[in-house]
């Protein structure tokens, strides 16, 4: 009887041991960090689109930044916004780069959000209305009953446009929008399906040089002059459960919007690594700007301008959808 106690006694110790010996083994170093630094979470995968916006996400992880505070980023390239904010919603995304009034339109429709980081805002020249070389039309006054191109309806672009219409005065209704990605644009203008379309880079840059695309209007201006753009969105209930996380995680992509806000060497140089954009182009093209702070007021202008024109209901109080003081 003593030894089949004893017999069980050495068995359940190296079953413990065994266990113990397989739980620790199995850390990878996003868990030790974890420990270490006491993260709830530290492998995030976010959402982002293949454009400029997203330039400081790349340079964080390209300059180590993201892991010097424990964390382990996996950027997931997504098409659209739309789309990223679907994902966001399914669970298959921990965050996501998204414009404000896609955002903001998901929120109002009851999708709970927060925005952690902003990422991107319009400059002069970043986004334009774009027209045929020999095009008859000369004004943004001119466009009355015409076809634009937008990448999306009821978004930036067809937000951006309609503020200009207005200050000619025309009203959203007195144009026709047409959804067409980016790439496409510029051969829609050529084969004349289109009157005029809303570009931003690199896609200004290449109508211009490809098919003589001439420049009707700055459309960050006046109302959308220095717009937000976009930002880094999670959903509440991500920000409630992770508040170190998402600390650590503005803390690194702080470090490179400042870096991108100051050294623009460093957006040329990240850009061809996750767009189309070749070296020779990104050292020309026309830059919006990298806000290095999570400003509500700032956010707030987008809200007021889309309930303006009718994007949304009823008013949305951005200082709300900011996560605090976390971690």
């Avoid at 709830?40 to 330039?55: F, N, R």
């Amino acid at each position: 009887m003593r030894f089949r106690l004893a017999s069980r006694a050495v068995i359940a110790g190296i079953a413990a041991a065994l266990a113990l010996s397989a739980c620790g083994g199995s850390d990878t170093p996003a868990d030790t960090a974890a420990g270490a630094g006491g993260l709830e979470k530290t492998q995030i995968k976010i959402g982002a689109l293949p454009i400029p916006d997203s330039a400081a996400l790349y340079i964080a992880n390209k300059k180590g930044y993201f892991k010097e505070e424990g964390l382990n980023v996996v950027i997931e390239p997504v098409p659209g916004g739309a789309q990223a904010q679907q994902a966001l919603v399914g669970g298959s995304l921990d965050a996501t780069q998204t414009n404000y009034v896609s955002a903001f339109i998901a929120i109002s429709g009851g999708n709970k959000m927060k925005i952690i980081a902003d990422l991107y805002q319009a400059a002069p020249n970043s986004f334009n209305l774009m027209v045929p070389k020999d095009s008859s039309i000369k004004t943004p006054a001119d466009l009355k009953g015409k076809k634009i191109a937008v990448n999306s309806k009821k978004n930036i672009g067809t937000l951006a446009v309609t503020s200009v219409l207005k200050t000619h005065g025309l009203a959203e209704s007195d144009v026709e929008f047409l959804e067409f990605p980016f790439p496409e644009m510029a051969a829609k203008l050529k084969a004349g399906l289109v009157d005029a379309a809303w570009m931003t880079e690199p896609h200004l840059t290449a109508a211009q040089k490809n098919i003589g695309a001439q420049k009707l209007a700055d459309t960050m201006v006046d109302a959308t002059a220095d717009f937000p753009i976009a930002g880094v969105v999670v959903m509440e209930e991500f920000a409630t459960k992770n508040p170190k996380t998402v600390a650590a995680f503005q803390r690194a992509l702080g470090k490179a919007q400042q870096l991108a806000a100051s050294d623009r060497k460093a957006v040329e140089e990240i850009l061809p690594t996750f767009t189309s954009i070749d070296a020779a182009t990104a050292a020309v093209i026309t830059l919006g700007s990298y806000p290095t702070s999570l400003n509500e007021t700032r956010l707030q202008r987008v809200a007021d301008l889309m309930q303006e024109y009718g994007y949304l209901t009823s008013k949305i109080d951005a200082k709300a959808l900011l996560p605090g003081n976390l971690g």
